[in-house]
């Protein structure tokens, strides 16, 4: 995220994917790849972790109820809007992921990178870059599943597609903050510049092809919260 220097106007948003078997090659450097970007972006804001690929925008459209079922069974995984996000983050940062970025305007904020640590522990690393800090929080970025430096499994089959599709709905909700403890953590830390679920008024999910199981604006606002 990229704003103005006084805070006025909207930000900007930059984001780039990879996909996991770019990772299940290069051992070890998802956290290197992100503090790179950090690096030459500078950026006020950001947050690395697993999330979701889209071929287009149609096609996101219609994998939205796939996409909030997922989501809800993998909490750690990010659901995000993409550039329309930009102009709710000028005034406070959305969440703490595996890994986070933040400009010195928020890290003083918080009282310094020393302070930061010290509330984190020992299982995060806070490394100091020109513009800010960057945060890991362990050393995977979904430490409940696959390690993402291993080959991703095949794909699943047409038939086993349909499967999981109708057995998906019944799959319990995670207690996000429990299960994922130091993603609970960080986000505790980070409350005091993060902004309220209420403040961000648009859906994750346009809801166009299923007006049901899809992040609208109240499921938008509690899935920012979820690490509470």
């Known amino acids: 995220m990229y704003g103005y220097a006084d805070g006025t106007g909207p930000g900007n948003f ?50 939205e109820r796939l996409i909030y079922l997922i989501a809800q069974a993998v909490p750690a995984l990010l659901v995000e809007g993409g550039y329309f996000e930009a ?19 928020w890290v003083d904020k918080l009282g310094g990178a020393d302070q930061i640590q010290s509330a984190l522990g020992p299982e995060f690393t806070v490394l ?25 499994p095949p794909l699943p089959s047409d038939a086993e597609m349909a499967i999981l599709r109708e057995n998906l709905p019944t799959l319990p909700h995670l207690d996000a903050a429990a299960a994922y403890p130091l993603y609970h953590r960080l986000n505790q830390v980070l409350k005091p510049i993060r902004v309220t679920p209420e403040m961000y008024t648009r859906k994750l999910q346009s809801g166009q092809y299923l007006k049901r199981n899809f992040f609208d604006k109240e499921s938008t606002q509690k899935w920012f919260s979820r690490f509470d």
């Not at 969440?95 to 970025?101: I, K």
């Not at 100091?128 to 991703?152: C, F, H, M, V, W």
């Open 14 to 63: 930059f984001q780039f994917r990879l996909p996991w078997d770019w990772f299940a090659s290069h051992p070890g450097t998802f956290p290197d790849v992100f503090r790179e970007f950090t690096r030459i972006l500078q950026p006020d804001y950001g947050f690395g972790g697993l999330g979701f690929t889209y071929a287009e925008t149609n096609y996101r459209r219609k994998m």
């Open 87 to 105: 102009e709710y983050f000028t005034n406070g940062i959305r969440e703490g992921n595996f890994m986070t970025a933040l400009s010195y305007q």
């Open 128 to 152: 100091r870059t020109e513009s800010g800090i960057t945060i890991q929080a362990g050393d995977e970025p979904n430490p409940l599943g696959a390690s993402i430096y291993k080959k991703a």
